[in-house]
């Protein structure tokens, strides 16, 4: 290993920006991403058609939601776990990419 070298971590150097460079790969998502658009296009379409649902999310006061309200409640909780995902798979595989970039600096690939 190179004496130059000196192994400082991304949360080591950036840590006060650190959410926002995990906010920056997850945003690439719905950019480039066409499932990912397909699911939050889903989504917004939920939220046109029942409105109290978006509320549920939005407000800190009690809904009172019909049948297929709480059945497209749950639908939008599956699309939102599904969206969170794909998050969590980008972040691990940009992880994956900047340990490579750690390793080439540091002369070991």
Wanted: hydrophobic share 35%; with cysteine.
């Amino acid at each position: 290993m190179s004496d130059a070298f000196r192994f400082e971590t991304f949360v080591d150097v950036h840590g006060s920006i650190f959410n926002e460079y995990l906010s920056s790969v997850t945003a690439k998502l719905s950019k480039e991403d066409k499932e990912y658009q397909a699911l939050q296009d889903k989504i917004e379409g939920i939220y046109e058609k029942y409105p109290k649902v978006l509320g549920v999310f939005d407000s800190e006061t009690e809904s009172e939601l019909t049948e297929k309200e709480c059945a497209a409640l749950i639908e939008v909780m599956e699309l939102k776990n599904q969206l969170t995902d794909m998050e969590m798979q980008a972040v691990y595989f940009r992880g994956c990419y900047d340990s490579v970039g750690y390793l080439k600096k540091a002369g070991i690939l």
